[in-house]
């Protein structure tokens, strides 16, 4: 059986980037609109309802506008904004999150895709809550380094074209501390509270880490570095796309040093753990384009429509 796809918001980062995956996948038909015809609404609302399952690749006020055109009741939709994740009657696109994620995406009609920092917080410290190890009131903190694709055409243009010198250092944003990420990697994590978070964007195309630091004089439990690995090994090892790397990863660095780039253009999360008796640091490695967005739709559109999960994700 085939499926009709449209993707609103086809001619974004993401929206492309999930066409390339849509191609090569035999069982989904993907319905297009003309570009001179994509604000036209009583157009897309047609595409929309005549769709198995849309893509919403489109700001969040924009998302919200388009869930109301939808009167199919057999329509499912996959949004990639930030609108709908914290939404109850939507369900988190995060299959990893735990036993029961993937039945409730596969019975759900709307879902929403996890914010790529957000991902990698939420993959490395949830099973260190859930496992009564980190308490809830646990003040984290994290930091994020991601490759400029990460903000849309505008920013990809100023890196692509620009020659200004300050484009060549690693830049910080969000210094307000009000990431919009911050109320689904709260709640999704298990904290009571929100990480204090610093976004950095790099001089370079794609490609993420986030970093946890973690101290173990704060923990619920005593646990060594090594134990910690093992714990999140043991839960991600049914996984196909999370990879806990092995403790003491020396041979998975590059004469010490950490290649953010390492998972670009796959569906993979690396997870490493780094430290000692005093000072731990969670490392969540992944492409911001594959596991960070455009991946991570597909994998749950695959979930959604009974398809292998990791079809079309190489």
């Keep these: ?15 492309l980037k999930i066409h390339d995956y849509l191609s090569k996948i035999s069982n989904v038909e993907v319905i297009k609109i003309e570009s001179e015809r994509r604000k036209d609404n009583e157009a897309r609302r047609a595409i929309i309802n005549e769709a198995d399952l849309v893509f919403l690749c489109l700001p969040d006020s924009a ?4 869930v109301t055109m939808v009167s199919n009741k057999k329509t499912k939709i996959i949004d990639a904004s ?26 759900s009609s709307r879902v929403s895709i996890p914010g790529c920092h957000a991902t990698g917080f939420i993959l490395a410290i949830q099973p260190l809550v859930i496992e009564g ?5 646990y003040p984290a903190s994290c930091y994020s380094i991601t490759g400029y694709s990460g903000g849309g055409k ?25 990431h919009k990420h911050l109320p689904e990697m709260q709640l999704y994590s ?19 880490a986030v970093s ?17 690995q093992e714990l999140l090994a043991f839960y991600y090892k049914d996984e196909q796309f999370i990879r806990v790397m092995p403790y003491e990863s020396e041979t998975y660095l590059e004469d010490g040093f950490f ?12 997870l490493f753990v780094f430290g000692h008796k005093d000072e731990i640091l969670l490392v969540s490695r992944f492409d911001n384009l594959g596991k960070g967005a455009s991946g991570a739709a597909i994998q749950n559109m695959n979930i959604m429509l009974g398809f292998d999960e990791g079809k079309g994700l190489g």
């Design 133 to 137: 190890i980190l308490p809830r009131d």
């Design 82 to 107: 930030t609108a709908f994740r914290t939404n109850d009657e939507w369900t988190y696109g995060l299959p990893e999150l735990n036993k029961s994620q993937r039945a409730k995406i596969q019975q």
């Design 212 to 228: 946890i630091p973690l101290f173990p004089k704060m923990f619920l439990k005593h646990i060594t570095v090594k134990e910690i």
């Design 154 to 178: 505008k920013l990809i243009s100023e890196y692509q074209n620009s020659t200004r010198e300050q484009l060549f250092a690693p830049r910080q944003y969000a210094l307000h501390l009000n």
């Design 190 to 208: 298990g904290l009571n509270s929100a990480p204090l978070f610093t976004p950095i964007v790099g001089s370079y195309y794609q490609g993420l």
């Design 1 to 15: 059986m085939k499926y009709n796809v449209f993707v609103d918001g086809q001619e974004g980062t993401t929206g």
């Design 63 to 66: 998302s919200k506008e388009t």
């Design 259 to 270: 290649n953010v780039m390492e998972c670009n253009h796959t569906n993979h999360l690396d």
